[in-house]
């Protein structure tokens, strides 16, 4: 079983719907990140977070520790944000080089 | 700002062959990251350094050597290449690895395929 999971592995939504993108983990973490890929390959850095809620733009990213699960929420979806959303943990027990990634969340956004 | 900048962008090598690929960031971090990525599969660790001069293992790292010389550059070497080695590596760099304010800069990726 991975450590981090994401669902859905795909989605496809239409413009101006709200989207969320869920990751759950089975390891004790001391951060959570929410990354974004882009058609093009290059990989940004949305969220980082190890409790509460984050809000940048439209995009919201949430995490319940107790629960071991993120979500990253995107209101009034853009075809600009089809991308693969990455989330990746640091485990709290591991070495200060690894974090855990999920295998992404595929988003297409259609107009 | 230049950030992290990875070069070569892409590269194909015939089994056997070396080479090595570069990453430099401008941005003072203590923390660099190769990781590859393969299709289905989740970024994975080859090599990571925690500062100038330090380099560890990390989930991945057979068939690859690293160095960090100089605090902005991290080097991932490819001695023998094979064609399990094909993928798309990233390299990554943080300030530091367990404050909760510390994100991750990411290059852009170098494709490599081995023939």
């Known amino acids: 079983k991975n450590e981090v999971e994401q669902s859905p592995q795909n989605l496809t939504a239409q413009e101006g719907e709200f989207i969320t993108i869920n990751c759950s983990y089975s390891?004790?973490?001391?951060?959570l990140h929410w990354l974004q890929q882009h058609p093009g390959g290059g990989i940004v850095s949305l969220f980082m977070?190890?409790?509460g809620k984050k809000k940048h733009g439209r995009l919201i990213a949430t995490i319940n520790i107790q629960e071991k699960h993120s979500s990253l929420h995107i209101t009034a979806s853009h075809p600009r944000d089809s991308a693969v959303y990455i989330c990746?943990?640091?485990?709290?027990?591991?070495?200060?080089?690894?974090?855990?990634f999920g295998k992404g969340t595929k988003l297409s956004v259609k107009p | 700002n230049a950030g992290v900048t990875q070069t070569p962008k892409f590269r194909v090598l015939k089994t056997g062959q070396s080479m090595t690929l570069l990453c430099a960031q401008d941005?003072?971090?203590?923390?660099m990251y190769w990781y590859r990525q393969d299709p289905g599969m989740g970024l994975r660790l080859i090599h990571y350094?925690?500062?100038?001069?330090?380099?560890a293992k990390g989930e991945v790292p057979d068939g690859y050597n690293v160095s960090r010389l100089k605090k902005q550059n991290f080097l991932l070497g490819l001695e023998s290449a094979a064609p399990s080695q094909t993928s798309v590596y990233f390299c990554?760099?943080?300030?530091?690895?367990?404050?909760?304010?510390?994100?991750?800069?990411f290059g852009n990726g170098t494709r490599l395929t081995v023939t």
């Open positions: 350094s925690v500062g100038e001069g330090t380099t």
């Open positions: 990554a760099s943080t300030r530091w690895s367990w404050r909760a304010n510390s994100p991750l800069h």
């Open positions: 990746a943990v640091r485990s709290d027990g591991g070495s200060q080089g690894n974090l855990i």
């Open positions: 977070l190890s409790s």
């Open positions: 390891v004790g973490i001391s951060a």
């Open positions: 941005m003072n971090h203590e923390y």
